[in-house]
């Protein structure tokens, strides 16, 4: 039997560091094109999980395989990129000399002044890194991740510290890669980027994938809706036992039902109440990453 080549595998994929098992058991296959963002709360074990899967962790139990090669192969062949969180950027270089020097580890490698102008630092040539605002260098770690054309793209929370508008542009850069049909994984914190820049949310916590789907699909898992009404003379207990309702809570002149089935709810509402100015509203990213990974206490 044979397996269509993915580009990543991790199968079993465990580490423990001491009594912490980071990362347990985690099984995970991308397939080429696919752009996912790897969710979750501080110590889910998102961070080890990408360490393990460029092979600068080794796993306690479990493979990853990167385009049917073992890691540091897969990284040799500059076939994936990667952009870490911290990550030694030479501070007395000038950003030509650094995304140069980086090209230079590759037999195969885009035109320097290409990535430069690609990941937003085309202008910043001649400056030397240690001079570099933050934002600034994110992007020239972009341009590192970027110079040997990798197929892979991998980012450990490529924009924590960056403003608004600095993670915009980060993401519009990053945007005309995929375009090209790279496949991605990224680590976030920010629910609104897996949201909108991830076409697949694989949610950890604890070191296993709790979730895994399009970001509608983790919406859903919460059973996701909330209707908002004025309903005179409804009382709180009765609304709260119509089919397809949760709970309900009274809003200032307005009620509040949190529900399991919002068809249903909105169908009992009307026939047996006199609510009006109703709202149907779904539940954002965030209420679905809160819920689904509460209780975690690391
Ligand atoms: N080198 C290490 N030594 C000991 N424990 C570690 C080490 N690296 C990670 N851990 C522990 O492993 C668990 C997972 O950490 P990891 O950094 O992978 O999580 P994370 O999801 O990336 O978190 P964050 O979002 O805060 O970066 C945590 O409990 C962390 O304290």
């Known amino acids: 039997m044979t397996t269509k080549t993915g580009a990543v595998r991790l199968t079993g994929l465990t580490k423990r560091f001491g009594a912490v098992t980071a990362v347990d058991g985690l099984d995970l296959s991308i397939e080429p094109g696919e752009v996912v963002a790897l969710l979750g709360p501080n110590g889910a074990g998102k961070s080890t999980t990408i360490d393990l899967l460029l092979g600068l962790l080794r796993p306690d139990a479990g493979t990853v395989s990167l385009y049917d090669l073992a890691p540091?192969?897969?990284?040799?062949a500059g076939r994936v990129g990667a952009m870490l969180?911290?990550?030694?950027?030479?501070?007395?270089?000038?950003?030509?000399e650094i995304v140069t020097l980086a090209a230079s580890l590759y037999k195969a490698h885009r035109p320097v002044p290409e990535v430069m102008a690609r990941a937003g630092v085309g202008d910043l040539a001649k400056r030397r890194v240690g001079t570099l605002s933050g934002g600034q260098r994110q992007r020239v770690r972009f341009a590192l991740a970027l110079v040997a054309d990798p197929d892979l793209i991998v980012l450990d929370e490529p924009t924590t510290g960056l403003d608004v508008e600095a993670?915009?542009?980060?993401?519009t850069a990053m945007h005309a890669e995929t375009a090209r049909g790279r496949?991605?994984?990224?680590?976030t914190h920010y629910l609104d980027e897996a949201d909108a820049y991830a076409d697949r949310v694989v949610l950890m916590r604890a070191g296993t994938v709790i979730a895994d789907g399009t970001p509608a699909h983790i919406k859903?898992?919460?059973a996701g809706r909330t209707i908002r009404a004025t309903i005179p003379g409804a009382h709180l207990s009765e609304l709260a036992g119509l089919p397809g309702v949760d709970r309900a809570e009274a809003r200032g002149?307005?009620?509040?039902l949190t529900c399991t089935d919002s068809d249903a709810a909105l169908r009992a509402l009307l026939r047996?109440?006199?609510?009006?100015d109703i709202e149907v509203s779904a539940h954002g990213l965030e209420d679905a990453f809160l819920a689904l990974t509460s209780g975690e206490t690391r």
């Open 72 to 76: 540091d192969r897969a990284i040799a």
């Open 272 to 276: 047996r109440t006199a609510a009006r």
């Open 183 to 187: 496949t991605v994984l990224f680590a």
């Open 253 to 256: 002149n307005t009620v509040l």
């Open 167 to 171: 993670r915009r542009a980060f993401w």
């Open 220 to 222: 859903s898992l919460v």
């Open 85 to 96: 969180q911290s990550g030694g950027l030479l501070p007395d270089l000038n950003v030509a």
